[in-house]
């Protein structure tokens, strides 16, 4: 097969991480995620990675914990998430680098755009931990901005459903799913792809954004190769 994408971003949630767990990291789960992240590198496919940090903490659920020091507890756990990814990747033999956007040197290189390009140019997968660095913005805005940073061709939002609908599939038996979709109508409609700061980012910056189910990991391996799953948002 041949790559439709050179360098792409994959940003994971933290809640996929858990597998059936639904709490913490399933290592089985993850080594199933990274098996056609492995098959893309083989490729010859750049890929940077963004990790969420649900599956241990939400900062925007802390009840009345002061927001900032819970938005750097959610970084501390997207961290986790990222060491995690990372050996499940070198476990199938890729060579990997994690940055984060806090200095952690004991444990992570710090987050340089330079260093990061030259990471994938070299062939390494870099995942990328501490979503922004800053309280208050989400890892989905943390994709787009590295995405916007490193010139990657499109944001892959691997997800726990299978693209973008018109309502909540869970509540409405009858919402309709989006094959493609505007960015003006997921900003001016509300629909659930990314935050509107995460969306107008890639939107500025003319950044696509596929939104696929991981449930089947190897739609990873199908959207790089761009198969037609989930749905694509993209500019008018």
């Given amino acids: 097969m041949k790559?439709?994408?050179?360098?792409?971003?994959?940003?994971?949630?933290?809640?996929?991480?858990?597998?059936?767990?639904?709490?913490?990291?399933?290592?089985?789960?993850?080594?199933?995620?990274?098996?056609?992240?492995?098959?893309?590198?083989?490729?010859?496919?750049?890929?940077?990675?963004?990790?969420?940090?649900?599956?241990?903490?939400?900062?925007?659920?802390?009840?009345?914990?002061d927001r900032t020091r819970a938005d750097h507890m959610g970084m501390l756990a997207t961290t986790i998430n990222a060491l995690g990814v990372c050996d499940a990747l070198e476990q199938l033999g890729?060579?990997?680098?994690?940055?984060?956007?806090?200095?952690?040197?004991?444990?992570?290189?710090?987050?340089?755009?330079?260093?990061?390009?030259?990471?994938?140019?070299k062939g390494r997968v870099v995942i990328f931990g501490c979503g922004t660095g800053n309280p208050f913005f989400s890892t989905d805005t943390a994709a787009a901005l590295r995405a916007a940073e490193i010139e990657a061709d499109i944001v892959m939002k691997a997800t726990m459903v299978d693209g973008v609908y018109d309502s909540d599939p869970k509540s409405n038996p009858d919402a309709v799913k989006y094959d493609t979709v505007s960015f003006y109508e997921v900003l001016n409609k509300d629909l659930a792809v990314m935050d509107s700061t995460a969306a107008s980012l890639c939107k500025d910056n003319n950044i696509p954004i596929l939104v696929f189910s991981i449930e089947q990991p190897d739609n990873i391996f199908k959207a790089v190769c761009g198969e037609s799953i989930g749905t694509l948002v993209k500019t008018d």
């Avoid at 992240?37 to 940090?53: M, T, Y």
């Avoid at 984060?100 to 710090?110: C, G, H, L, Q, V």
């Fill in 94 to 121: 890729v060579d990997v680098r994690v940055q984060t956007a806090i200095s952690m040197r004991e444990i992570a290189e710090s987050y340089i755009r330079n260093k990061a390009i030259r990471h994938l140019e």
């Fill in 3 to 65: 790559p439709k994408y050179k360098r792409v971003l994959l940003k994971l949630s933290g809640e996929s991480l858990a597998g059936n767990q639904k709490h913490g990291i399933d290592f089985d789960t993850v080594l199933r995620f990274c098996e056609p992240i492995k098959k893309c590198v083989d490729l010859g496919v750049e890929v940077a990675i963004v990790v969420g940090g649900g599956n241990f903490w939400r900062g925007r659920s802390s009840g009345d914990m």
